[in-house]
């Protein structure tokens, strides 16, 4: 229990809601999510997990499919119309569960984070980069300077070498962010990996391409993203961008 608890306090921390009594997790990650929940309802009654979920449409049929990814009531989810002005491949997610036992485990666990917690927070802030590294980012407002600044010196700890925290401009989403990248990709997936299927093979695909030194010839198509031809060419970005000088998009 107590690894799961670690990991879930680690999402939490980057990418939910905590006081007193209530907890909130914010995703879009159906790996994550289900794991969280598996988690949750080892925790509390089913009855006292809600979900909303936020979509460009209100389709019902979003509640039935939830439903049945979590094995969860219908009664207990609720959809809502998105507010963002960004359109997104998947639904936006919220886990909301009151309970004052949970929320001080969490916030015990919170106090001595080790890898597990790593696990959870670069589940909920981390992103594979097709460049070659791993970032890690917080918005520059509240503890944001804080969690990127303690997550550094985790990794630290366990010998996963990374940059020095920066902050950057971010001028599409008009704000400033603190991060710092992991360079060590290969380390990083043996202590700690992500939980999201998508992230997990975009890391491989990176290590694959930094383990081979024979490239695959071809002949980019209409709609193939970068992330596909690196997987078949074990090509790094850089050489494929210098080929194609195309629009290729990395998704």
């Known amino acids: 229990m107590s690894m799961c608890v670690m990991w879930f306090s680690g999402l939490i921390q980057g990418d939910g809601y905590l006081d007193d009594r209530h907890i909130e997790l914010y995703n879009s990650s159906e790996d994550i999510l289900r794991k969280a929940v598996a988690f949750l309802k080892k925790q509390v009654e089913k009855k006292r997990i809600h979900v909303d979920i936020y979509s ?13 990814i979590f094995n969860l009531p219908e009664q207990n989810i609720k959809i809502k119309k998105s ?21 001080q485990e969490i916030k015990k666990r919170l106090k001595k ?3 597990n917690f790593i696990k959870g927070i670069f589940d909920a802030e981390a992103s594979v980069d097709i460049k070659g590294y791993i970032e890690f980012k917080q918005v520059d407002k509240k503890n944001g300077r804080e969690i990127v600044f303690r997550t550094s010196n985790l990794l630290k700890k366990y010998g996963i ?3 020095e925290p920066k902050t950057k401009r971010d001028n599409i989403n008009n704000k400033t962010d603190w991060y710092f990248y992991v360079k060590d990709i290969s380390l990083f997936k043996k202590l ?3 939980t ?15 383990k081979n030194r024979s490239f695959k010839f071809f002949s980019p198509s209409k709609g193939q993203s970068l992330w596909e031809i690196m997987e078949y060419t074990h090509m790094p970005y850089h050489k494929i961008r210098a080929i194609t000088r195309s629009h290729l998009t990395a998704r």
């Open 196 to 210: 999201d299927s998508e992230k997990r093979r975009k890391l491989e695909i990176l290590l694959k391409v930094n």
């Open 161 to 163: 070498k990374s940059t």
């Open 83 to 103: 507010t963002s002005p960004w359109k997104y491949r998947k639904e936006k997610i919220r886990l909301r569960v009151g309970s004052k036992k949970l929320a």
């Open 113 to 115: 984070p080790d890898i």
């Open 56 to 68: 460009e449409t209100t389709n019902e049929e979003l509640k039935n499919k939830w439903a049945r």
């Open 192 to 194: 700690v990996n992500f």
